[in-house]
Nanobody
C-alpha cells in the first residue's frame, strides 16, 4: 500500500505560481511512477503530468507544457508540481497518484491516490 498526501494548493492570481507537494509513505516510493491529475467542477479528471521512478522521464499535457514542471525527491519520498504562469482555466482540485511500473497517462492505470488539494486561479 502507498499513502499519498498533497499540499500546497491555494488561491493565486493569474500569472502567479504555486508549488504542489505530494508526500508518499508505505511501500517503496522509488519503485513507483507518479502522476498529477486535476478535476474541475463538472469535468472529468484529466492528466497533467507524470514522472518515472528515477525522475529521468517526464510527460505533460499540452495544456500545461512549458508552464508546469514535475519532479521528485526519492530520498524524501516526495513528488512536486511547480506551476508557473497560472491561468484561470487551471483552477481545479489537483490529485497526486502512484502506480507500480512505468508512467501512464490514464487515471485508470494508477492504483493509489491522494485526497486532492484545491488550486484556484483568479482573473
Amino acid at each position: 500500500q502507498v499513502q499519498l498526501v498533497e499540499s500546497g494548493g491555494g488561491l493565486v492570481q493569474a500569472g502567479g505560481s504555486l508549488r504542489l507537494s505530494c508526500a508518499a509513505s508505505g511501500r517503496t516510493h522509488s519503485s513507483y511512477a507518479m502522476g498529477w491529475f486535476r478535476q474541475a467542477p463538472g469535468k472529468e479528471r484529466e492528466f497533467v503530468a507524470t514522472i518515472n521512478w528515477s525522475g529521468g522521464s517526464t510527460y505533460y499535457a499540452d495544456s500545461v507544457k512549458g508552464r508546469f514542471t514535475i519532479s521528485r525527491d526519492n530520498a524524501k519520498n516526495t513528488v512536486y508540481l511547480q506551476m508557473n504562469s497560472l491561468k484561470p482555466e487551471d483552477t481545479a482540485v489537483y490529485y497526486c497518484a502512484a502506480r507500480y511500473g512505468s508512467s501512464r497517462f490514464s487515471a485508470n492505470e494508477y492504483n493509489y491516490w491522494g485526497q486532492g488539494t484545491q488550486v484556484t486561479v483568479s482573473s
